[in-house]
C-alpha cells in the first residue's frame, strides 16, 4: 500500500505558470479518467461513486480556481490541494449529503497530487489477481472496507495485536500479521505465507511448507465445520461463547457464526465520524436493531469508550500528552455526564421494547467508587444489570471490593495487558510486550475470577485473549465465567473448550500462573494439554 500523500507545502515555482498549468489539468484529467475506469472495473454502485468523483476532478470552477492560483505564482500541486480545499470547506458549508461527500473531495486531491509528484495513487492498490496487501498500517475504515475476495491476508509494520487495526482484522477473519517491522523489505511479486496463527511471515517458502500449510487450514476448517452448539467444557460445564461486535452488520455475523450473545457492544465505533454527541432518539434506534438480533440472549453493551486511538469529536480533550492515560472512557463520560445520562436512556428505552438480556458495563473503570458511581446511574435510569469492566491495574487489584458494587465483571485483556507493561497497544515497537499469555496478566486475572467467585458476581473476559483457543481454557482455569470474542474465532474454542474438563483448565492456569514469561507459560500449557 503507498505511503500516503502529505499535504504539499505554498513554495513558489520555478516553473512558468504555463508549465504548472499544462501539469496540473494533465493531473486532474488523469484522475478522472483513472477513476472512471476503477468504477468500470467495479461495476455497480461503486461505479456510480466514482463516476461522481471523477465529475469533481473534472469540474470546471475548481480548474478556474487552479488557474487563478497557478497565476498568482502557486505550484500545480499547492494550487490542487488548495482549490480542492476551498471545495471541499463549501460542501461542508452546504451539510446534508453534499456535506457529507465532503471527505470525497480529499481522496480525488491525494490522487491527483501523488501523480503530479510521479507517485502511485494512494488507497487499497487494485488488482486483477488476489494479494497479500502490505501497509504501514490501515485506517479501521480502510480494514472495514477491504474486499475479502481480493486481499487474501494483511500485513502491517505498525499497530500491535490489540490495535483496532488487528480487532477489525479479526471481526472480518483476514489472516493478519501486524506489527512486523521487516515487512518493510517485501517488494511488488514476492511470494509470502502468512501465518497468522503464529504471526509468522515467511519469504520465498518452498512447495513443502506450502503444501503443511494448505493442509492445515483444511484441518482447521474441518474443526470449525463439526463445532457447533453452546460453549461447554469436556465435563458438560457451559461456559457462555459470546460476540464482540461494533455494528448492525457484526452483529448479523455474530448470530451466523452461532454467537450466544454479545458480550461487548463497543458502542463508540458507531460515533467515531460523529461531530456532536447523537441524540437519545438516534441511538436507541440503533441499539433496538441490534438487539433485535438477540431475542432472549444476553447482550452486554459497553457505553461511549472514547479515546486514545477512537477519540470522538463531543467527549476526548484534543491535545493530551499521553491520550491511553487520560480522560478517557468512564473519566471522559465523567466529565460529560450529559452524554453518558442520554447513552443509558437511549439503552433502557431500547431494551424494555426488546427481548433480548440487556447489560450495560463502564469501560476504564479505575476504583471501587468509579464502579458504585456507574452502577447507581444506570440502575436509575432503568438499566437493571450493570457492571464494569476491568482494564485499568487499580480495578484489578482491588477487584474484591469492585464486584461489590458491580452487578458483573468483564475483563477487558487488551488495555489490562497495555497498562500492566506501560507498552502503548498501538506501537509496533514495543508489541512484544502486548501478549496476555504474560503471568502478570494472567495472576491479574486469578485475583479478578477469585473475587468474583467469592461475591457471586459473574466475571467475562471480552478482551482479544478470549479468542485464543488455549488460553480462554486457562481463563476459564482462572474463573472466567463467560468468554468473549471475535464472532469468527468462536467456533475455534468452542472446539477447544470441549477438550478440557474444570479440573483440567484449574490445572493448566496454575502452570501458567507460576511460569515466568509469555513464552514459557504457554509452552507449558501446550505441553500439559491433551492437544492434539
Ligand atoms: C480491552 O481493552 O480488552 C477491550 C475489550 O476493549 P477495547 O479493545 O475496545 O479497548
Ligand atoms: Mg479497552
Request: proline residues 5%; glycine residues 8%; contains cysteine.
Amino acid at each position: 500500500m503507498p505511503e500516503p500523500v502529505a499535504d504539499p507545502a505554498d513554495v513558489p515555482s520555478d516553473r512558468t505558470p504555463s508549465d504548472e498549468l499544462t501539469r496540473a489539468t494533465a493531473a486532474l484529467a488523469a484522475t478522472a479518467a483513472q477513476l472512471r475506469e476503477r468504477g468500470e472495473q467495479a461495476g455497480g454502485t461503486a461505479a456510480e461513486v466514482l463516476d461522481a468523483l471523477a465529475m469533481m476532478a473534472e469540474d470546471p470552477a475548481l480548474a478556474a480556481d487552479v488557474r487563478h492560483r497557478i497565476e498568482d505564482g502557486a505550484t500545480a500541486e499547492y494550487a490542487v490541494h488548495a482549490a480542492m480545499a476551498t471545495f471541499r470547506d463549501m460542501l461542508v458549508g452546504m451539510g446534508g449529503y453534499l456535506g457529507e461527500r465532503a471527505g470525497d473531495l480529499d481522496d480525488v486531491a491525494r490522487r491527483a497530487i501523488a501523480h503530479l509528484q510521479g507517485r502511485p495513487a494512494p488507497g487499497i492498490p487494485q488488482s486483477a489477481t488476489p494479494f497479500v496487501l502490505v501497509a504501514r498500517d490501515l485506517a479501521p475504515a480502510d480494514t472495514a472496507m477491504l474486499d475479502l475476495d481480493l486481499v487474501l491476508a494483511l500485513i502491517t509494520t505498525d499497530g500491535g495485536p490489540t490495535s483496532h487495526t488487528a480487532i477489525l482484522a479479526r471481526e472480518k477473519g483476514i489472516t493478519a500479521v501486524v506489527g512486523a517491522a521487516e515487512a518493510e523489505r517485501l517488494r511488488n511479486g514476492d511470494l509470502v505465507l502468512v501465518d497468522a496463527e503464529n504471526g509468522e511471515i515467511e519469504l520465498d517458502p518452498p512447495q513443502q511448507r506450502i503444501d503443511l500449510a494448505l493442509q492445515r487450514t483444511a484441518t482447521l476448517e474441518a474443526i470449525r465445520a463439526q463445532s457447533s452448539g453452546p460453549g461447554r467444557l469436556a465435563d458438560g460445564r457451559a461456559v457462555p461463547l459470546l460476540a464482540n461486535i461494533g455494528s448492525v452488520d457484526s452483529a448479523r455475523e455474530a448470530v451466523a457464526r452461532g454467537a450466544e450473545g454479545v458480550g461487548l457492544f463497543r458502542t463508540e465505533v458507531l460515533f467515531l465520524g460523529a461531530e456532536a454527541a447523537p441524540s437519545v432518539e438516534a441511538q436507541a434506534a440503533t441499539y433496538r436493531e441490534v438487539f433485535a438480533q438477540f431475542p432472549g440472549q444476553k447482550v452486554v453493551v459497553r457505553v461511549l469508550d472514547a479515546g486514545a486511538d477512537k477519540p470522538l469529536a463531543f467527549l476526548t480533550d484534543a491535545g493530551e500528552e499521553n491520550p491511553a492515560l487520560g480522560r478517557r472512557g468512564l473519566r471522559a463520560l465523567v466529565a460529560h455526564e450529559h452524554v453518558l445520562r442520554d447513552q443509558l436512556t437511549a439503552l433502557a428505552q431500547a431494551a424494555a421494547e426488546t427481548d433480548a438480556l440487556v447489560q450495560v458495563m463502564a469501560p476504564m473503570v479505575s476504583t471501587a467508587a468509579e464502579a458504585q458511581y456507574f452502577c447507581d446511574l444506570a440502575h436509575e435510569l432503568g438499566i437493571a444489570v450493570a457492571g464494569v469492566m476491568v482494564e485499568v491495574p487499580s480495578c484489578a487489584i482491588m477487584a474484591d471490593h469492585v464486584a461489590r458494587n458491580a452487578d458483573f465483571m468483564s475483563i477487558g485483556t487488551n488495555d489490562l495487558t497495555q497498562y500492566v507493561f506501560a507498552a502503548d497497544r498501538l506501537l509496533g515497537t514495543v508489541a512484544a510486550f502486548q501478549n496476555p499469555w504474560h503471568p502478570a496478566v494472567l495472576r491479574l486475572i486469578e485475583s479478578v475470577g477469585t473475587a468474583g467467585a467469592a461475591h457471586d458476581v459473574p466475571v467475562g473476559i471480552c478482551g482479544e485473549a478470549a479468542a485464543d483457543p488455549l488460553l480462554a481454557v486457562v481463563l476459564v482455569g482462572l474463573g472466567a465465567t463467560s468468554l468473549s470474542m471475535s464472532s469468527s474465532a468462536i467456533a475455534d474454542v468452542r472446539a477447544e473448550l470441549a477438550l478440557h474438563s474444570l479440573d483440567d483448565a484449574r490445572r493448566l492456569a496454575a502452570l501458567a500462573v507460576s511460569a515466568e514469561s509469555a513464552e514459557t507459560a504457554r509452552r507449558a500449557v501446550l505441553d500439559a494439554s491433551t492437544h492434539p
